[in-house]
């Protein structure tokens, strides 16, 4: 009689902590009840079941708490001060799959909220628990634990190098030719986390051997798996030549140029990126990528998408145009100058970052002579510079990029016209230029010097005020030069009233008859 009924009460206790722990897992996955649990003080009560003799009560407990970690900081920093991690950790070598599934949860969920709550996930032995199930043959629990060390090297390099120290990047590699698709590509996502921080970790991830299954991972149709992919060569490419020169070894280019119509944004915008990351590098690099077809493909894209997509474009452009005249002049064949006035002439257009690209970009391209500050002067977007120089709404670097791209641009031009539509509204130290390359082009052109003065250049420039001394002033008095002085008295400020009075002082001499 005693033992059976100290059976029903064992067994008694083992439902109600079974209930229990289901019921607050059910209650925790709706995030408006975490606040609530936590005020129940429910963390305490969980805390020893992960420790249950009875599996799924440790599985329910974990994802309980998973749950409420994954709501706030304040409940994820409750389980740090909690001593809870130990607890979750502990269990993680057993071969229950389902809680080392909730398990990986709940490092992710603690980790992703800060670097201190991550460091507190590493220091509580986390890496070694999720490098056990990173190697799980169990996909979901594989593709979790992936997650999970992704999100902690996200936060900071040291971290980063945390998790290289574990162990985990050759691992991680090899998932990246797994047959499950949601493993690669979580693989591919932390090892783009990883690469991201410094060359060094970067070149930790290729030794491995990761640049070639990136590299074939691109081929994929899927979606997702395709742009982690070229976001992890992107964040390789980017520290140096020598891994910019890895990456284009993979065959990359290609491939991922093809993508810049993929029906998926998130694939258009990281294709736009990677091409970005190699470019900026070296001439080389720029003229090998323009072989194989980048520039007409990146003013396709710039066309084809809005300002959210536009940015990496432009700055493809504006390196390969920094790199050498020759591929400025591809550029400008591609019609590159004509979109990019477009994006400076569009009233909706509020996106300082792509302003700011595309006016770098602009004095890239028009910086080499006289032909390529042509193409850029002609659709007056020299004038549209300047107009943004004068609005205040534009930020510091908006501001400071405009006027050095347009100096650039300016120290090239020799289209009398488009410098013409500058004298009215251009500020001082941009107006400078301007007078500049007047004093240059008109010594030596005839018709030149014909169309300033009908235009009503000369009257504008003879009505100037400048500082004396400056090099305004100098520009000034070379313009004048280059003209007689009876044309520069007849367009002198105050002729007019001076004939004027000269014709009401004159006295004529008739003679009667």
Known sequence: MSSRRIASVLDDYQKARSEFVQTVADLSSRPE???????????????????????????????????LA??????????????????????????????????????????KHSPELAQSVIDAGGLQGLLVCLESFDVPVKESAAWALGIIARQREDLAVAVIDSGAVPVLTLCLNEQSLGVRRTAACTLAEISKHSPMLAQMVVVTGAVESLSAAIHAKDA????????????????????????????????ALQDLKHPDEHVRRSVAALVREIVKHTPDLAQLVANAGAITGLVDFITDNGPALQMSAMMSLGFMSSMSETLAAAVIR???????????????????????????????TGRHSS????????????????????????????LSKTEKALRLVLCKCTELEPLQRLLKDAPSHILEYVLIQFSKVLPNDGAARRLFITSGALKKVNAMKCEKGSSTETAIHDIKECFPADIIKFYSPGFNDEVLNEVEQFQPNRTHA
């Open 371 to 398: 032909d390529h500050a042509k193409a850029i002067a002609v659709r007056d977007t020299l004038l549209r510079m300047v107009q943004i120089i004068n609005d205040n709404t534009w930020g510091d670097d908006v």
């Open 224 to 255: 997702k798996l395709k742009r982690n992919a070229l976001s992890a060569l992107s964040h390789i490419a980017k520290h140096s030549i020598d891994l910019a020169e890895t990456v284009v070894e993979g065959d990359v280019v290609p491939t």
């Open 33 to 67: 009840n975490a606040d609530l649990l936590s005020r129940a003080n429910v963390m305490p009560l969980l805390r020893p079941l992960l420790l249950d003799k009875v599996e799924s009560i440790q599985h329910l407990a974990a994802l309980a708490i998973g749950r």
């Open 70 to 111: 994954n709501v706030s900081t304040d409940l994820a920093e409750a389980i740090v001060g909690g001593d809870i991690l130990a607890h979750v950790i502990y269990s993680m070598q057993k071969q229950n799959k389902l809680y080392q599934k909730s398990a990986t949860l709940v490092l992710r969920a603690v980790a």
């Open 334 to 364: 591609a019609q590159a100058p004509m979109e990019m006035s477009k994006i400076l002439e569009d009233p909706k257009c509020d996106d300082h970052g792509l302003v700011a690209a595309t006016v770098w970009a602009i004095g890239q």
